[in-house]
């Protein structure tokens, strides 16, 4: 059973910058194409960035050139670097593996107010 513990959340003022970490366990984690997804209150979760196990890399239109994600696999570990942030990037935050679709963790929290 694969394992998703993500960190790195709180609060920030609009403009500043917050990295994600997301821990994996109980898979091959390089071999896993990982995501990003997001819950703001009353929405659905949604797609934020995508990384595959050859480092192609995808991002909502929404994040692009403002996020970005990576990974490191001898830590088993997917980041997101987020910069410039807006208020309406205030969420949880979730990290994915694909090849385990009914799996999330337990997600962290990201505001940004001022």
């Known amino acids: 059973q694969v394992q998703l513990v993500e960190s790195g959340g709180g609060l920030v003022q609009p403009g500043g910058s917050l990295r994600l970490s997301c821990e994996v366990s109980?898979?091959?984690?390089?071999?896993?194409?990982m995501d990003w997804y997001r819950q703001a209150p009353g929405k659905q979760r949604e797609f934020v960035a995508q990384i595959t196990k050859d480092i192609r890399k995808n991002y909502a239109d929404s994040v692009k050139g403002r996020f970005t994600i990576s990974r490191d696999n001898a830590k088993n570990t997917v980041y997101l670097q987020m910069n410039s942030l807006k208020p309406e990037d205030t969420a949880v935050y979730y990290c994915?593996?694909?090849?385990?679709?009914?799996?999330w963790g337990q997600g962290t929290q990201v505001t940004v107010s001022s």
């Open positions: 109980g898979t091959i984690f390089s071999f896993d194409t």
């Open positions: 994915h593996a694909i090849r385990w679709p009914t799996s």
